[in-house]
């Protein structure tokens, strides 16, 4: 299939070993906030989210940090698998979901064996 | 969580042609949109899709090239009109679903346009 995510930051990391990936958001009025996981050939699959009156979130192997005064979103990965291979997508929105999201950059993250 | 489907998969289409590219949802939905990702690049948001009105474009991106139809609560038709090289790209078609906030995507359209 297509990949997507040739020309993006690329974070290599050791199987087993955790995996932190940054975001730095654009807009100080959001107040929800997704990682994504898009695999080479699919749409982005929904990891976990967190909202701005929280700063961590956790759900099984990862865990989302917010930072709100300097913007700043992170994702970790715990004891990262070769299936975790993937590009990463922070993305934000205001109105808690009642409007589209935002995408970040993105993050190629290249798990090595 | 929903299921999105989109059809076709993927296209290679000649310039100056158009394409349409459905999206259908398996559950109740609130929003749905359809963004572009051009190859090594992020999400850009082209529209929202309204049901029954026309749909509220983004900066850049107009109705007469990116037609877009949302007859009923769960499907969406979004048209690359007159198409040029420069359109090649994926098209995803994403959605909110009724009481939920997370907003999930389609697999994806692979458009080539040659």
């Known amino acids: 299939g297509e990949s997507v995510g040739l020309h993006l930051p690329t974070l290599s990391v050791q199987e087993g070993d955790n995996s932190i990936i940054n975001c730095a958001y654009s807009?100080?009025?959001?107040?929800?906030f997704i990682w994504y996981k898009q695999e080479s050939g699919k749409g982005p699959q929904f990891i976990i989210d967190?909202?701005?009156?929280?700063d961590k979130r956790q759900g099984q192997r990862v865990t989302v940090l917010l930072n709100k005064t300097v913007k700043h979103l992170s994702l970790q990965i715990a004891a990262t698998q070769p299936g975790d291979s993937a590009v990463y997508f922070c993305a934000e929105n205001i109105n808690s979901g009642n409007t589209p999201l935002v995408f970040g950059k993105g993050t190629r993250l290249s798990v090595i064996a | 969580s929903a299921v999105i489907s989109q059809k076709p998969s993927r296209d290679i289409c000649q310039r100056g042609t158009s394409l349409t590219i459905q999206c259908q949802v398996d559950s109740q939905v609130t929003m749905m949109f359809w963004y572009r990702q051009q190859p090594g690049q992020s999400l850009t948001l082209i529209a929202t899709a309204n049901q029954g009105s026309e749909a509220t474009y983004e900066s850049g991106f107009v109705i007469d090239k990116f037609p877009i139809s949302r007859p009923n609560l769960t499907f969406s038709t979004l048209t690359v009109s007159n198409m040029s090289p420069e359109d090649s790209s994926i098209y995803l078609c994403?959605?909110?679903?009724?009481?939920?906030?997370?907003?999930?995507f389609g697999p994806g359209t692979r458009l080539t346009v040659t």
């Open positions: 967190i909202r701005s009156n929280m």
């Open positions: 994403s959605a909110i679903l009724a009481g939920a906030a997370e907003q999930y």
């Open positions: 807009n100080s009025a959001s107040d929800y």
